[in-house]
């Protein structure tokens, strides 16, 4: 696997330092990619940038991406984000369900 920026500092486990801020509950350089794929993966599309998605990209693949969009976006990322994954990958039919708050 190849990083997509020579800039990007990783742990030992291969997730981008740069994301330590939005897995305040978790000891970054303990969590391991696979077994925390659903977690890494939520945080990362709901306030990665740039480089962070490209590294998303290149260690799950587009359809992993998008098949947890559409059963977990709808739940896990903001509306604005969710949005903006569902056109990204052109997903008209999502899982949804009822909000608790009305924004």
Known sequence: MSIPDDTLE???????VSLRPFFQEYVL???????????VIERTLAWGRLPELRWL?????????AEW???????C???QRLKYWLRFFEITDYRHGERIWPH
């Open 10 to 16: 990783l742990t030992p486990a291969g997730i981008p």
């Open 29 to 39: 350089e303990n969590l391991d990619p696979e077994r925390s794929a659903f977690t």
């Open 57 to 65: 990209f290149v260690r799950y693949e587009p359809e992993r991406l």
């Open 69 to 75: 969009v559409h059963q977990f976006g709808w739940r």
């Open 77 to 79: 990322l903001s509306r």
